[in-house]
């Protein structure tokens, strides 16, 4: 009862500090001059007397707020108006971060101004792009070539989509070292790894536990680096990370830590969940569930998966290491529908033998797709590079790929993210229970999002620069725009130059990272500046 109650605690103060004060300001009042026109009908005469008197001008300050406006913020989602001011023509709103950021998709929007002043030392219109850049995106993957090659994640990265934006939560056993050693430094450093939850201990630091290193080989499986030797498969996202599993037990609680963890991760806005867990058989036998209720609908953990799902999550879970045995199908929560299931083959894109498979039992095809999971190269808590089989890392090796995708396409719900990399998967007009959809490739996935569109690509050259760098794009429109800003987002310059000798001059910076967001005709990139 007190784990319930302090689980309880901690969601009401996850969710009373994730609600944000802030300032929307309008870009105009339409009607300014028809109420200007007649004054009488914005004023009181008493007051058109007292300005009048004293030589006060009538002006659009004294116009209402847009009532259309106000009531396109009132209904936008997890917005509450708290008042409005006619003089600023701005309106005071509640609300998480992601939903008051949300609101600069309307026209009428000009800006927004957080009372937490930490939220508006960003780049501003930035769609998720407000994090830190990595510092290269050309890597020498070493080891972790063939398990990001094999999807085309690398292609991804390559775009400059290496995770960016992207907020995903690890739901595991246990994360030994990834506090201290080596291969998650260049994540520490940016801050990327933000910690999380201890579900089972019932504490915040998450690395005291040390029954279980599972979730540090699949974290290094992400955002692992080790320079010309490791490279996760989305090296530049943000992690939280929950213990939800009790390694040396298996008890249905754990499917309720599970939840309770996704509930928080929902809260804190969360993009993507890898779970390389799952159930169907206990410590003790009264609670295993049976083949039959892999149905995508029974489990306490996959029906809270589902609804995971529905609050707009991306969730990647492994399918299960189950084929050479008995059980054989997936296990929970993988049989959900709501749910990208991943099986693993080996490194010649061969289906490995333990992979749990599908069966008529669950509503939707499982697994969904297949990624390397024998003899894949994880970190260890020694900060070794080594391999390691099981479903448990190709979920993860996936779920980094996923992301890097939804940075490109950040427009696309979860579900049309999910069907694209269905689609453009190996098997995709002839799944199986063992393979599900096949091997997907994330550049044909990116590809069919925009089928009738010209694909555009951007380099900016050289970068690493001492002292300057140029712009060579796929769309040449006659002149660039470039403005520079620092990592808080506050502007250092702007310049434009004509595109055919284009060359932009960052003697004048101290070294560092830099954000440069480029204007090139219709199309708009941000890219990080790497000043030596």
């Known amino acids: ?43 009181s005469q008493k007051s058109i007397d007292r300005k009048a008197l004293h030589g006060v ?62 939220l508006n030392n960003r780049v501003a219109h930035q769609e998720q792009e407000d994090k830190l850049e990595s510092v290269l995106t050309t890597f020498n993957y070493g080891n972790a070539a063939n398990q990001i090659e094999m999807f085309k994640g690398d292609e991804l990265h390559l775009l400059d989509y290496t995770g960016i934006g992207m907020t995903i939560a690890v739901l595991d056993a246990g994360f ?44 290094s499986t992400m955002t692992g680096y080790v320079e010309d030797e490791f490279v996760g498969t989305a090296p530049d996202a943000k992690y939280y990370l929950f213990r939800t599993e009790d390694a040396p037990n298996e008890n249905p609680v754990e499917e309720s830590y599970w939840v309770a963890a996704a509930e928080i991760a929902d809260s804190l806005g969360v993009d993507i969940i890898n779970t390389s867990l799952g159930y169907n058989t206990f410590d003790n036998s009264n609670y295993d569930y049976t083949t039959d209720e892999m149905d995508g609908n029974t489990t306490f953990i996959t029906k809270g998966a589902n609804i995971a799902f529905e609050k707009g999550m991306l969730l990647v879970n492994s399918a299960g290491n189950s084929g050479n045995n008995s059980w054989g199908i997936l296990t929970a929560p993988a049989d959900a529908s709501g749910v990208l299931t991943v099986g693993a083959v080996d490194a010649s894109g ?23 999971g024998a003899a894949s190269f994880v970190i260890d808590q020694n900060n070794a590079i080594r391999t390691a089989n099981g479903t448990s890392f190709s979920s993860p090796i996936m779920a980094g790929g996923v992301a890097c995708l939804w940075q490109a396409l950040p427009n696309k719900t979860n579900a ?63 002149v660039i725009t470039i403005s520079l800003f620092d990592t808080l987002g506050k502007q250092i310059s702007t310049n434009t130059q004509n595109y055919l000798n284009n060359r932009f001059d960052i003697s004048f910076l101290a070294s560092g990272i830099y954000i440069a967001d480029i204007r090139n005709g219709v199309h708009n990139s941000k890219v990080k500046i790497i000043k030596q």
């Open 350 to 372: 061969i289906y490995a033998s333990f992979s749990s498979i599908g069966s008529t039992a669950q509503p939707t095809q499982k697994p969904d797709v297949m990624t390397q």
């Open 57 to 118: 001008a009538i002006d659009e300050r004294d116009v209402p707020v847009e009532t259309s406006y106000i009531t396109q913020i009132k209904t936008a989602t997890g917005i509450t108006v708290m008042t409005k001011s006619k003089w600023f023509n701005a309106l005071h709103v509640r609300g998480s971060e992601t939903d008051i950021n949300a609101l600069s998709s309307l026209g009428f929007v000009l800006s927004i101004d957080f009372a937490d002043n930490s």
């Open 1 to 43: 009862m007190k784990k319930l109650l302090f689980i309880l605690a901690l969601l009401i103060y996850q969710y009373t500090f994730s609600q944000q004060d802030a300032w929307i300001y309008l870009s105009d009042k339409p009607n300014s001059a028809t109420a200007l026109a007649d004054p009488l009908t914005i004023l």
């Open 176 to 219: 030994v070292n990834v506090n201290t050693m080596g291969a998650f430094q260049r994540s520490r450093d940016v801050g990327n790894i933000i910690s999380g939850y201890d579900f089972v201990d019932s504490t915040e630091d998450v690395y005291i536990n040390q029954t279980s290193t599972h979730g540090t080989m699949v974290l």
């Open 416 to 478: 049309e993210i999910m069907q694209l990399v269905r689609e453009s998967a190996s098997m995709y007009n002839a799944p199986t229970f063992s393979m599900g959809y096949g091997i997907p490739d994330l550049q044909l996935a990116l590809s069919l999002s925009t089928p009738d569109e010209e694909f555009y690509s951007l380099i900016v050259f050289p970068n690493p620069s001492i002292d300057s760098f140029s712009i060579n794009s796929s769309f040449q429109n006659d």
